[in-house]
């Protein structure tokens, strides 16, 4: 294999990809990471452990900080405040769950862990729950992204094989809406210098 190229890159730099990929995102960097050990880029364990620990020590460090200035926090951002009023609510009704569970629900990756640190969770009962809730994730999701390997293999198959259609289907819609974007400012300017 030569030197600098993707794959040499994804063997080499790979895990720590996923690593820093899950530690500020997640499921989308896990799928992929699955896919590429479906692929042979990577192995699948290896996958799952790198994945565990950029969401498990995300998690702690969110954790640490909510518990530290977890209110502060919140009332900065504005849009998290709907949020962490419903995870409140659920963290009081059903903490097991909502500890374990948070990192599958879109768009409250962030947030749970700062409610349930300002919440007062003890942080033993947090770190357990949080490896416990860590591996369930990396593994199910890493899992996901190598079974449906040979689907996403199907699919680009087939987009090989029309690319070219693809590339000029492409072409003529951007040709279009550049020729709208153009025609509405000659309007513009021609309505504007009629008045």
Request: aromatic share 14%; proline share 3%.
């Amino acid at each position: 294999m030569i030197p600098g190229t993707l794959e040499s890159f994804i063997q080499h730099y790979g895990y720590l990809a996923i690593l820093a990929g899950t530690f500020l995102e997640g499921e989308t960097v896990l799928v992929l990471a699955g896919f590429l050990a479906h692929r042979g880029y990577l192995d699948l364990p290896g996958v799952w452990l790198a994945a565990f620990a950029g969401t498990f020590c995300s998690d702690q460090l969110c954790f640490y900080l909510g518990r530290s200035r977890g209110a502060e926090f919140i009332r900065r951002r504005p849009a998290w405040q709907a949020k962490s009023r419903r995870v409140f609510d659920l963290l009081h009704r059903h903490q097991v769950w909502v500890i374990l569970g948070f990192r599958f629900v879109y768009g409250f990756r962030i947030v749970t862990p700062l409610v349930i640190g300002a919440a007062r969770v003890a942080p033993l009962r947090f770190l357990a729950l949080n490896a416990l809730g860590a591996a369930l994730w990396a593994v199910s999701l890493g899992a996901l992204g190598y079974l449906i390997g040979p689907s996403i293999e199907m699919v680009m198959g087939e987009i090989r094989r029309y690319e070219m259609r693809v590339l000029a289907g492409i072409a003529v819609i951007g040709a279009g809406v550049w020729a709208i974007y153009l025609y509405r400012r000659v309007v513009k300017r021609a309505d504007g210098s009629s008045n």
